[in-house]
């Protein structure tokens, strides 16, 4: 079956760094485009950033760009989220999220951006 396993997530100083994977199963992965969203307490979820299948072009949130950079390695079977320059802002849990006929959810790493 389709697992997507997120790992990484972690409490971080304002500025810091933090690199997520997600490691995929259950499917042809470089036919996928693979997502990252997160979901900060009493808010909805939120898309991040998005990687086409061969890796070839990515999208951004405003609120990150400049900042994250989503990567994929297609030999591995996994897709990371580079998140640099940190704010509290960027507190959530992350989900990792596979663009299939039926989408499908990792069970979240959480980020917490604090001093």
């Known amino acids: 079956q389709v697992q997507l396993v997120e790992s990484g997530g972690g409490l971080v100083q304002p500025g810091g760094s933090l690199r997520l994977s997600c490691a995929a199963s259950?499917?042809?992965?470089?036919?996928?485009?693979i997502s990252w969203y997160r979901q900060a307490p009493g808010k909805e979820r939120e898309l991040v950033a998005t990687i086409t299948s061969a890796g070839g072009n990515a999208n951004y949130a405003d609120s990150v760009k400049g900042r994250f950079t989503i990567s994929r390695d297609n030999a591995k079977n996994q897709v990371y989220l580079q998140m640099n320059s940190l704010k509290p802002e960027d507190t959530a849990v992350y989900y990792c999220y596979a663009n299939l006929a039926s989408g499908y959810w990792g069970q979240g790493t959480q980020v917490t951006v604090s001093s």
């Open positions: 259950g499917f042809f992965f470089s036919s996928a485009a």
